[in-house]
C-alpha cells in the first residue's frame, strides 16, 4: 500500500485495521489545543466544513455529555444547538473563534456538503476494506469509532442512490445494518472523544492520494456483501 504524507487528525492509526479490529486507545493522547488546530486544518486543508460539538465531563468519576442529558444517545459528539446546519463553516478564522470558545467541543463534520457517509459495523467494515484493497477500488478517508463503526466517506449523493443500488445487488436495504448520512446529518472526526470508551480515529487517513472521494456505487457492493455475512453470523449465534 502506498504510504501517505501529509495526513490529517490525531492520534495516528495504521493504515489497515487489525483483522479483529478493536481500537481503544487508553487515556487522552490529544489535548484540547489538539482539537482546535486539527478543526483548522479540516477547514483549510481538505476545505471541509466544520462545526463544534458537545464533550465529555468528568463527574462524580464519570463521565457524561455536556449537555446534561445522563440518557444523551451520543455522549459527547453532536451537535450543540438546533440549528448547527448554519453553524459549521469552512473558514479557518471562524473555527479558531469557534473553539476559542469552548476548547473542549467535538469536532462535527456535516455530512451532504463535501462528502457524505456510509456507517457500517467495524467487523464488516474492515473485512470489506481489506476486499476493496485487494481489488485496488479507489478509496476515500474511512474513519474507525469507539462505537466499533467504520464510516466511509464517498461523494455526495449517495442517500439518494443507495437504497435502489442494494436491491440491485439483490439486497433489501432495511436487511442490512448499513447507514448512509448525508444532508441534514454529520460524523464525529478524530481526535473527538466520544461515549467514554475512546477517541474516533482514522483508519484511512485524509491525505493527497485520496483527496478525490470515490462514488458510493464504487464501494457498495463490497460493503453490502460484508454486511450482509456479517448479519447472518449474528443470526447464527
Not at 31 to 49: I, K
Not at 137 to 158: D, E, N, S, Y
Amino acid at each position: 500500500m502506498q504510504h501517505v504524507e501529509h495526513t490529517i487528525g490525531a492520534p495516528a492509526t495504521a493504515t489497515r485495521p487489525p483483522a479483529r479490529p478493536a481500537v481503544r486507545p487508553g487515556g487522552d493522547p490529544a489535548p484540547s489545543a489538539g482539537l482546535l488546530e486539527t478543526a483548522v486544518r479540516y477547514a483549510q486543508e481538505r476545505h471541509w466544513d466544520v462545526l463544534p460539538g458537545t464533550w465529555l465531563e468528568d463527574v462524580d468519576g464519570g463521565r457524561r455529555c455536556s449537555c446534561g442529558d445522563p440518557a444523551c444517545p451520543a455522549p459527547g459528539a453532536h451537535p450543540t444547538r438546533p440549528d448547527w446546519p448554519g453553524q459549521a463553516t469552512g473558514s479557518g478564522a471562524a473555527v479558531r473563534r469557534m473553539w476559542a470558545r469552548e476548547p473542549r467541543a467535538s469536532i462535527l463534520l456535516p455530512t451532504g456538503r463535501g462528502f457524505d457517509a456510509i456507517d457500517v459495523p467495524e467487523v464488516a467494515g474492515c473485512l470489506a476494506l481489506a476486499r476493496m484493497e485487494r481489488m485496488d477500488l479507489p478509496l476515500g478517508p474511512v474513519l474507525c469509532t469507539p462505537t466499533r463503526r467504520l464510516v466511509f466517506l464517498v461523494l455526495p449523493g449517495a442517500t439518494a442512490k443507495v437504497p435502489d443500488l442494494l436491491r440491485r445487488l439483490g439486497w433489501p436495504p432495511a436487511s442490512l445494518d448499513l447507514v448512509v448520512r448525508g444532508d441534514g446529518d454529520y460524523v464525529a472526526a478524530p481526535p473527538t472523544r466520544m461515549s467514554g470508551t475512546g477517541h474516533v480515529q482514522w483508519a484511512r487517513h485524509p491525505g493527497a492520494v485520496n483527496r478525490w472521494l470515490p462514488d458510493a456505487e464504487e464501494l457498495l457492493s463490497p460493503l453490502a456483501y460484508a454486511c450482509g455475512r456479517e448479519a447472518a453470523a449474528q443470526r447464527g449465534r
